[in-house]
């Protein structure tokens, strides 16, 4: 599986982003997605899942009620809306594929390329 994310940039504080990845998936396997990110001097951490169905979600204690994530399986896209962002939330952002929904980087089975989230107070 490739994950491709993008929506990425600058914003300041208060202020709102989108992001989302593509999945390239075999047809015969269900995955559910993710999204976690990488401060610089601190290790990677969950933001969010969401299961293949889409019923099910989980989010960081530090993210709820500002993100959500979404999925349309129709477009192999994963989608992660931002609001009322804060400079703590600057970070490298990656979508990650598993079998189920995980909240550690273990399980993890296919990470993409990160997209930069800089949030300016």
């Known amino acids: 599986v490739q994950l491709q994310a993008s929506g990425g940039g600058l914003v300041q504080a208060g202020g709102s982003l989108r992001l989302s990845c593509a999945a390239s998936a075999r047809t015969d396997q269900t995955y559910a997605l993710g999204w976690y990110r990488q401060a610089p001097g601190k290790e990677r951490e969950f933001v969010a899942a969401i299961t293949w169905s889409g019923t099910r979600t989980d989010y960081a204690d530090s993210v709820k009620g500002r993100f959500t994530i979404s999925r349309d399986n129709a477009k192999n896209t994963v989608y992660l809306q931002m609001n009322s962002l804060k400079p703590e939330d600057t970070a490298i952002y990656y979508c990650?594929?598993?079998?189920?929904?995980?909240?550690?980087?273990?399980?993890?089975?296919?990470w993409g390329k990160g997209t930069q989230v800089t949030v300016s107070s």
């Open positions: 990650a594929a598993s079998y189920v929904v995980v909240t550690t980087t273990r399980g993890i089975k296919y």
